[in-house]
C-alpha cells in the first residue's frame, strides 16, 4: 500500500512588513504589486508523510521540518526567514533539516550574516537541527556560514553523519556536501553506517541520488531547484536544465528506486523575483516506515505528491556511475 500524504497546506498570514515593501506604489500598480509580493513573501506549511526505509516502527510518527534555499539578499528575505522559523517552532518538531543555499552571494552574505544566525537561533526543535551547504554558499565563504550556523547551535554536516537517538532507538542523519561546487563526498558522508541502519540524507542537489543510491539511503530531503519556478498545472515546471535525474524531482515527493526524494521548493528567490504556481514552502514530515513491497515492485506506481500535483515517476534502472563532478560547469540555479 502506497504512503499517503496530506494535501493540507496551511497558508499564512502576511509577514511583518520590512521597509522596502512600506513604499508607495502608483495606485493602478498596487494590485498587481500585491499579488506578486503574495506570491514570493505568503508560505506554505506542506504536510507529507515521509517514508524512511529501515525506520523502527518506534519512530513511525516522528516530525521534522525542512527549509531550503532562502537566499537572503534583501530586507524582504530575512522577513521571510523570521516568518518561517516561527511556523516551523508551531509544529513542534522533533528534527529541523536546512538544505543549502543561505545566501546568493559573498556581498549579502556579509550584510546578512549576523541577522541569519539571530533568526535561526530561534529554531526550537525537541532534538536538533542539521544542515548542509548548497552551491552559492560555497560560492560565497561557507565557512564563514557554518560558522554562523554553528553559532545558532545547527550540526553542520560536510560528508559526515551524526547518530541521534529518538525513542530509544537510533537515526543516522546523513549530509552530504554540494555536489556542482565539487565537494559531495557520499561515500565519505557514509562511513560507519551499516545498510540495516534508518538514514535521512541531506543534499541540496538531488542530482547527488545518482551517486549515493549504492549506499541504500533511508530518504534524501533536497532543494536547488526552487520547484521549478513555475509550475503549470497537469505539467509541472517547464524547466528541463536544472537537474540531470529528471524533472519530476523539481519538486515534492517522488520515488527513486527503492528509496524516496523530497525536493522542497525553497523560501527565496534568485535573479529572477517571480514563482507562478510555485509557492515559498516549509516542509512538515511524518515519518513512516517504508513500504517495502512497494518499492520492491517496478511496475508499481509512486505516491501522489500532493506537493506538486503530480504522480511520481516509475521505478528507473539506472547503470551504476561514478562521481564526476568536476566536469560540471558552474550554473546559477
Known amino acids: 500500500m502506497s504512503p499517503k500524504q496530506s494535501s493540507a497546506r496551511a497558508r499564512t498570514q502576511p509577514l511583518h512588513t520590512s521597509a522596502t515593501q512600506k513604499k508607495k506604489r502608483p495606485l493602478p500598480l498596487r494590485p498587481l504589486h500585491s499579488l506578486w509580493r503574495r506570491t ?5 506549511v506542506t504536510r507529507v508523510t515521509l517514508p524512511v526505509r529501515g525506520l523502527p516502527a518506534s519512530l513511525a510518527g516522528v516530525v521534522a521540518c525542512q527549509m531550503s534555499d532562502f537566499h537572503v539578499d534583501r530586507d524582504e528575505d530575512l522577513d521571510r526567514l523570521h516568518g518561517a522559523v ?6 513542534e518538531p522533533e528534527l529541523v533539516f536546512l538544505t543549502g543555499d543561505y545566501f546568493s552571494g559573498p556581498r549579502t552574505m556579509g550584510r546578512y550574516l549576523d541577522e541569519f544566525t539571530r533568526a535561526l537561533s530561534g529554531l526550537a526543535p525537541r532534538v536538533g537541527v542539521f544542515a548542509v551547504a ?4 560555497h560560492w560565497s ?4 556560514i557554518a560558522g554562523a550556523l554553528d553559532r545558532a547551535g545547527i550540526d553542520v554536516l560536510a560528508n559526515s553523519n551524526r547518530r541521534v537517538r529518538i525513542r530509544d532507538e537510533n537515526l543516522v542523519i546523513v549530509g552530504i556536501d554540494d555536489l556542482w561546487a565539487r565537494r559531495a563526498e557520499p561515500s565519505r558522508a557514509f562511513q560507519n553506517v551499516s545498510h540495516s541502519d534508518a538514514t535521512i540524507v541531506l543534499a541540496h542537489n538531488p542530482d547527488t541520488a545518482l551517486y549515493a543510491r549504492h549506499l541504500r539511503p533511508g530518504v534524501m530531503l533536497s532543494g536547488h531547484t526552487h520547484g521549478g519556478v513555475v509550475r503549470i498545472p497537469l505539467y509541472g515546471s517547464p524547466l528541463k536544465s536544472i537537474l540531470k535525474i529528471g524533472k519530476e524531482y523539481y519538486s515534492g515527493l517522488n520515488r527513486y528506486g527503492d528509496f524516496f526524494i523530497y525536493t522542497n521548493r525553497g523560501l527565496g528567490t534568485f535573479w529572477v523575483r517571480i514563482r507562478i504556481n510555485c509557492r515559498p514552502e516549509v516542509s512538515r514530515f511524518t515519518l513512516v516506515p517504508i513500504d517495502e513491497s512497494v518499492v520492491a515492485n517496478s511496475d ?3 505516491p501522489r505528491s500532493h506537493a506538486t500535483g503530480e504522480s511520481g515517476p516509475k521505478r ?3 547503470r551504476p556511475t561514478t562521481l564526476r563532478v568536476r566536469r560540471r560547469r558552474k550554473r546559477g540555479a
Open 40 to 44: 514570493i513573501d505568503h508560505i506554505d
Open 86 to 91: 516561527e511556523r516551523i517552532n508551531r509544529e
Open 134 to 137: 548548497g552551491n552559492h554558499d
Open 141 to 144: 565563504s561557507f565557512e564563514k
Open 300 to 302: 508499481a506506481p509512486s
Open 316 to 318: 528507473r534502472r539506472i
